[in-house]
């Protein structure tokens, strides 16, 4: 009896220990950038001025479940930040409507309350046509922008019919921004869609302040300088007062680009371009995550039992487990992954029947040849390897081809012991910060191209080429049989740089500079009508 109780009383003191342990660390980051801390600065800096977000992608979209409407929230940090500068400040946000039953909602000018449940603002919806989406999204958007500026050898298409499309969506886009703004309102337009905007805008209303956030890499001067309209392009993007990246390397690269192709004044030192009679600033602003979100929530019980749940449910139990979660995406470095997982159960077979790899693939662009491709060459990829390895009980890669709910993407991270990020090229990567977010029990090793932004700032990460097959294998060897010290070091670096740099910080810093912009009317001023 004395024995039973002491037992007890030691289980409860434990877990009372963890627990304790548990809220400190949650107070750790206390003092970190919060959705909060965003809404308090909108609400102080704008002034009353006028917001108007512009993005390719809608924050909510409406769709039919047999004859009702329903609706729901797109995922991600990014759409998580706009939503709150938007709703501390009654902003406009412009996208395409891609539901389809985005307009049985709106009014004639395509507007509607959000969020549906407790409206705060006012998202304007743009209908385009197929052929608008063909030729704007599909075709000049993610088959020439995309692959001109990420080096991955996947030619771009130069299509003068989609350029036409491009320009008249952006034009489109531009007119619904001139149909909702005041005096002095500030424009924030987001990534390679809308490069166009800026330029359209300002001929009308030189009194807006426009900055745009390019969410993918620059490339150097030698690989842009094949694009047929690169004049055009250059001064649309030229007609924003700031122009945002994720790295200093690619605003450098913007810099020179500019230098070689136009006619203006790179002013290095200050970061702009000036360029008849406006200038530029270009600026790194390194996006990130909803950091306290994701730790927070990867702490709660109901995520430990999805995490029991999973392991049950993909027969993980006792294994160690990899982690992959990307678009189906030719960047994203997907085969060249599962190449070095196949030559890791080749060179060290002790792994085998020890670890399983698990991908988490989302489809996209699925209309596009390339993407296809992605998704077959993955397939296939996955087979080969479980069929060359696998054992009774044990599959070597589970693939789990399909969109999960965010909420069910937290678990995975949370009982991975290694994440792989293998892009070949990336402007950021977002999943490398969310893993290190999420794999809050001190557990996990995260393993990152030197191709990513992520890379700049995540240097506790194992960096490895993700088309050196061999060492990339040699990396997962070495993650598997890392120390458990050596883990826990790691990981508290790295959460401490994502949660000090969180995306309500990337969103301050924006609107922190745009509003100073804005008030200084000497700085740029307004070209003579
Ligand atoms: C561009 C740039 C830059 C993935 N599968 C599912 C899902 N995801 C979420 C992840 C993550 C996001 O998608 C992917 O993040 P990436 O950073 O890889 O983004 P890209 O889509 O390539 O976007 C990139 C980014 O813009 C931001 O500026 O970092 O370099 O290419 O958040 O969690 N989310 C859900 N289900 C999935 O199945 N809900």
Request: charged share 25%; with cysteine; proline share 4%.
């Amino acid at each position: 009896m004395e024995d039973f109780l002491e037992k007890s009383m030691s289980r409860l003191r434990r877990a009372s220990e963890r627990a304790a342990e548990r809220t400190a660390k949650m107070h750790t980051f206390d003092h970190v950038d919060t959705r909060e801390t965003l809404e308090e600065l909108v609400g102080r800096k704008l002034k009353g001025r006028k917001l108007i977000l512009v993005s390719n992608r809608e924050p909510y979209a409406h769709v039919y479940q047999g004859e009702d409407v329903t609706w729901f929230r797109s995922a991600g940090g990014l759409t998580i930040a706009l939503d709150s500068m938007a709703a501390a400040c009654q902003a406009v946000w412009i996208c395409h409507g891609g539901g389809n039953a985005d307009f049985t909602v709106t009014d004639p000018q395509g507007r509607v309350a959000v969020p549906p449940d407790r409206p705060r603002y006012t998202l304007k919806r743009l209908r385009l046509s197929r052929e608008e989406e063909q030729g704007y999204y599909e075709g000049f958007s993610n088959e020439t922008l995309w692959p001109l500026c990420h080096v991955t050898y996947t030619r771009p298409r130069f299509s003068f019919k989609d350029w036409q499309t491009y320009q008249a969506v952006n034009d489109k886009f531009a007119k619904a921004v001139l149909e909702e703004a005041d005096e002095g309102s500030i424009v924030f337009l987001q990534d390679y869609h809308l490069s166009l905007v800026a330029s359209m805008l300002k001929k009308e209303r030189p009194d807006l302040t426009t900055v745009l956030f390019w969410h993918i890499p620059w490339p150097n001067p030698e690989i842009f300088r094949i694009f047929p309209w690169k004049t055009e392009l250059l001064d649309g993007l030229l007609s924003n007062d700031i122009l945002g990246f994720h790295l200093r390397y690619h605003a450098e690269n913007f810099m020179e680009t500019v230098g070689l192709e136009l006619e203006c004044q790179a002013d290095w030192d200050r970061m702009l371009i000036r360029r008849q009679q406006r200038s530029s600033r270009v600026r790194a602003y390194p996006i990130s995550i909803d950091f306290k979100g994701i730790f927070e929530q990867a702490e709660s019980s109901s995520v430990v039992r999805a995490c029991q749940d999973l392991r049950r449910q993909f027969r993980l139990t006792g294994r160690k487990v990899g982690l992959g979660v990307d678009r189906l995406d030719y960047t994203k470095g997907i085969p060249e992954r599962l190449d070095a997982l196949d030559r890791l159960f080749e060179r060290y077979p002790e792994h085998r029947g020890q670890f399983t790899f698990v991908q988490v693939g989302t489809p996209s662009r699925t209309h596009l040849e390339d993407y296809k491709q992605v998704v077959s060459t993955v397939e296939q990829r996955c087979d080969e390897v479980n069929e060359k390895y696998g054992q009774d009980g044990w599959q070597p890669v589970v693939f789990l081809k399909g969109h999960q709910n965010f909420d069910t993407l937290i678990p995975f991270y949370k009982l991975a012991d290694l994440c792989l990020v293998s892009s070949l090229h990336d402007g950021m990567n977002l999943v490398a910060k969310e893993f290190v977010a999420a794999s809050s029990n001190d557990r996990g090793v995260l393993i990152l191209s030197p191709f990513t932004g992520a890379a700049r700032e995540l240097e506790q990460a194992l960096l490895v080429n993700p088309y050196d097959t061999e060492a990339f294998a040699e990396s997962i060897h070495q993650a598997l049989s890392m120390p458990a010290e050596d883990q826990k070091v790691r990981l508290e670096r790295m959460r401490h740089t994502v949660a000090e740099n969180n995306i309500y910080t990337w969103a301050q810093a924006i609107l922190n500079d745009v509003v100073r912009l804005a008030e200084d009317s000497q700085i740029n001023p307004a070209p003579a009508a």
